[in-house]
């Protein structure tokens, strides 16, 4: 089957579901505790590893996955575990408004470095990125920077990461990649400065 640019506009379009599970964080932990919505998001991603010991172990195929899976996804975890295993380090680790700078950098600066790069694409700059998905992501990374936060180098520091790390990572999941490595030079930003 190949790979068409709706089928990648559907498989970002599941990436917005992580803005649910901050949210899910930040109800439970001004309702409760940090320890409780930390945990909360632990149980999510164990049952996400169960569904994907079904599909890869017991060689289940599961309706709801197959259809946003790439291919070369079909023997390996789903990108939403490394997502979601990203988010809850970056949570438990991170200024939350660092995290969220590095989270909302990977949702909206990689979908729009896919669907611009796949729809407009023309430059290659590394194996399956291109110049143009590149550059739509350094945008987006930015204005998520400047919404989210105040210090213009940390902006910058972060999402020039986030746009590296997305642009040169291919065989690896960025989805883990973009948010610990944004994040954590945005994190030692906020320590020096």
């Known amino acids: 089957m190949r790979w068409t640019f709706f089928d ?25 505790s940090r320890q409780i919505s930390l945990f909360t998001l632990v149980f999510i991603l164990l049952f996400l590893l169960m569904t994907e010991y079904v ?8 309706p709801v996955v197959g259809p946003i899976l790439r291919a070369k996804e079909e023997k390996r975890m789903h990108g939403a575990i490394y997502f979601l295993s990203a988010t809850i380090i970056s949570l438990a680790v991170f200024d939350f408004r660092i995290a969220l700078t590095a ?10 470095a896919a669907i611009v790069g796949q729809r407009f ?49 291919d065989e690896l999941d960025d989805n883990l990649f ?7 030079l945005g994190q030692l930003l906020f320590f020096l400065i």
């Open 8 to 32: 990648e506009l559907r498989r970002k379009i599941i990436h917005l579901v992580i803005i649910l599970i901050i949210v899910l964080y930040v109800v439970l932990e001004k309702n409760f």
């Open 55 to 62: 599909r890869l172990e017991l060689n289940i195929e599961l």
């Open 103 to 112: 989270l909302l950098m990977t949702v909206f600066g990689d979908m729009f």
């Open 121 to 169: 694409g023309r430059t290659l700059i590394f194996k399956n990125k291109t110049l143009s998905g590149c550059l739509a992501e350094l945008v987006v990374n930015l204005i998520v920077g400047l919404i989210v936060l105040s210090n213009i180098y940390m902006i910058i520091i972060m999402a020039f990461t986030a746009t590296i790390v997305e642009s040169f990572v």
């Open 178 to 184: 973009i948010p610990l490595f944004a994040g954590s």
